[in-house]
């Protein structure tokens, strides 16, 4: 089997011509810790593919401290089946909301449908996720 040297983002976020950005193009730097998310959109996109990554510490990193959990135990059994982001919004200079849905499905049982709006704050240039309502 092959290794895709180039795998597409898990975020679905696709360039102007509808192909797929390549994770290295797209949430990767982030990930990685090279470039922070430049906007609460594309924070979000990033905790998304964390999540689909397993990737417990950049969720946790990415978190408010004044909201953030002691620890993040994520299912490695969990498959996560896609991200659709339904709104963005600033709500001050450094603030803003982003409605999203994610779909997975659990190690056993149906699959599951998160819709959020998701609240953001950006502190020192870098944004963090604060908190959200489900819908």
Not at 4 to 33: S, T, W, Y
Request: charged residues 25%; hydrophobic residues 35%.
């Amino acid at each position: 089997m092959l290794h895709d040297p180039h795998p597409p983002c898990p975020c679905g976020r696709r360039d102007a011509r509808g192909h797929a950005l390549a994770l290295g193009d797209c949430c990767g730097p982030a990930l990685h810790g090279t470039r922070d998310a430049a906007d609460a959109q594309a924070l979000m996109r990033s905790r998304y593919s964390a999540f689909v990554l397993g990737d417990a510490a950049y969720l946790l990193s990415s978190w408010h401290p004044s909201t953030r959990p002691s620890e993040l135990a994520l299912d490695p059994q969990q498959r996560w089946l896609g991200l659709e982001l339904r709104a963005h919004r600033a709500t001050s200079a450094d603030t803003a909301e982003v409605e999203f849905v994610a779909r997975s499905r659990p190690r056993s049982g149906p699959a599951l449908r998160l819709h959020e709006r998701s609240r953001f704050r950006r502190e020192a240039g870098r944004w963090f996720y604060v908190d959200g309502d489900l819908l």
